[in-house]
């Protein structure tokens, strides 16, 4: 069965401190794999995405995620968070040549000052 | 801003209405997915549009149903509502043609059934 697990339903960082939000697969096919933010209420804004090459990919505020084909995981990292980071956390998978995603349920990511 | 729109922002429809829902998809796309996300949980599928005809759907029932227009954007139905059909209800478009697929999502529809 083809799904995505967020083990971390909820995580909590002070601000300044790193960041690692876990992402774990199950696909039958070559994974294309997305991580998305949330912010309340809004839609889902794309921070970085993995079609093939090099298994570090670069996204938008700082983010980067590592693929790692063995694990099955794509984890998210920021080295440094800010608060305006504070949102809703959505790995994805889907095949190539589609774009019908499968979402994980997602971490709520918590910044104190 | 991803040029994806979608009308209305917010609904509240009584139990067993009809309710239609809008996505403008952005310039040049010709792919419109809908996706449901309740509260607390991760988007879920429902169908995709791809020049007009529909390309796949999830594990929704028939009384949810969809269009695309020559233009690419979408309406999504859904009939006989249900108060479990309450949700965000957000349209995503594409350029599937390309191969690498990446999916823009609008702002979503916020639907209360009640």
């Known amino acids: 069965a083809q799904s995505v697990t967020q083990p971390d339903i909820h995580i909590t960082v002070s601000e300044g401190a790193s960041l690692e939000l876990r992402c774990n697969y199950s696909?039958?096919?070559?994974?294309?794999l997305f991580w998305y933010v949330q912010s309340p209420g809004q839609g889902l804004q794309l921070l970085l995405k993995y079609f093939s090459g090099d298994t570090l990919v670069q996204g938008i505020k700082g983010f980067e995620a590592e693929f790692k084909r063995s694990q099955s995981s794509f984890n998210l990292r920021k080295p440094s968070v800010h608060w305006s980071d504070a949102a809703e956390y959505f790995c994805a998978v889907g095949a190539r040549g589609t774009d019908k995603l499968i979402f994980g349920t997602g971490t709520r990511l918590q910044v104190f000052p | 801003e991803t040029g994806v729109t979608q009308s209305p922002t917010h609904l509240i429809k009584t139990r067993g209405q009809q309710v239609t829902l809008r996505c403008s998809s952005q310039s040049g796309h010709n792919t419109v997915s809908w996706y449901q996300q309740a509260l607390g949980q991760g988007p879920q599928f429902i169908f995709q549009?791809?020049?007009?005809?529909?390309?796949g759907r999830g594990n929704f029932p028939p009384r949810f149903s969809g269009l695309q227009f020559p233009n690419y954007s979408s309406e999504l139905n859904v009939n006989a509502l249900e108060l479990d059909d309450s949700a965000l209800y957000l349209c995503?478009?594409?350029?599937?043609?390309?191969?690498?697929?990446?999916?823009?999502f609008g702002q979503g529809t916020r639907l209360t059934v009640v």
């Open positions: 696909y039958g096919a070559t994974p294309y």
């Open positions: 549009y791809y020049r007009e005809e529909e390309n």
């Open positions: 995503a478009s594409s350029l599937l043609d390309t191969g690498n697929t990446e999916a823009f």
